[in-house]
């Protein structure tokens, strides 16, 4: 997930995230494995295996592993995760995850050491009337989801502007129902897993509203819906990355349009003589 900061013409930052070509891709890793009737929206990709015996519906192509296609989107990952993780926070850094928190749209927060939840856990992230903005969870170890959490998207928040980057490995355990549905795009340093509901492979696990995308292995345990991501997303201005004009530059447009019309007027009028 490469993530460009930017000073716009009109000041302020802008936070990108561009996953390049590997944004048509739900699932990538070096090796995938699935058990359960999994649904994946999106390619599937690994460098090494892939092992399906669920089976999974996925709309897009399940790539040999090794193919040409999945290793150049596998290096897209790798580069755009590295230069993620290194971005620096934009607010104060955390130690844990407390029942509620709210992120802020357009904004890298960053977890200093293992991250792990419990159920009643309420997340809310809040984009402040502009959809584009982006939200960037840095986690310096490891992210386990235990229990269910809560996410509430207000103010104009996108699933797919959420992304979840991990050092180490991500795990969500399924537990008992009901299902977890976990938003955001999650690129883990090594690996991923989702665990199997109770009942086995035929019980929906969970689903990610956003990609999955691993250094290592990928593992869905259970039936997971994998409803993949967006290609770029911009924080302020749209995925173009421009800015919104400020008042003053509004002032200026208006000033310009009303030479415009008075110029229109005036050349109309000494035709019209």
Do not use: H
């Amino acid at each position: 997930m490469a993530v460009a900061v930017a000073a716009p013409a009109f000041g302020g930052t802008i936070i990108t995230v561009n996953l390049g070509s590997s944004s048509p891709f739900a699932l990538l890793g070096s090796t995938i494995s699935n058990t359960g009737i999994s649904q994946v929206t999106g390619n599937v990709g690994a460098t090494t295996t892939i092992t399906d015996s669920g089976p999974w519906v996925v709309t897009g192509t399940v790539y040999p592993a090794g193919n040409s296609t999945a290793v150049a989107a596998y290096n897209a990952f790798e580069n755009a995760y590295n230069t993620t993780l290194a971005l620096s926070s934009t607010q104060p850094t955390l130690t844990s995850l407390p029942l509620t928190q709210t992120f802020t749209g357009n904004n890298v927060y960053t977890f200093t050491d293992d991250l792990s939840t419990a159920t009643g856990t309420a997340l809310t992230f809040d984009a402040q009337n502009n959809p584009n903005e982006v939200f960037v969870i840095q986690i310096d170890g490891t992210l386990t989801v235990n229990g269910i959490l809560t996410f509430n998207l207000i103010n104009g928040a996108q699933a797919d502007n959420i992304f979840w980057v991990v050092a180490d490995a991500a795990t969500i355990s399924a537990g008992s129902s009901p299902a977890q549905t976990f938003d955001g795009s999650i690129l883990a340093g090594t690996s991923f897993t989702m665990s199997a509901q109770t009942g086995g492979s035929g019980v929906l696990a969970g689903t990610v509203n956003g990609c999955v995308f691993s250094e290592t292995a990928n593992t869905l345990a259970g039936e997971t819906d994998v409803n993949g991501c967006s290609a770029t997303t911009a924080a302020t201005g749209g995925s173009s990355g421009v800015p919104e004009p400020r008042s003053a530059g509004l002032v200026s447009f208006a000033g310009l349009m009303g030479i415009l019309a008075w110029r229109k007027v005036r050349s109309a009028s000494i035709l019209s003589t």
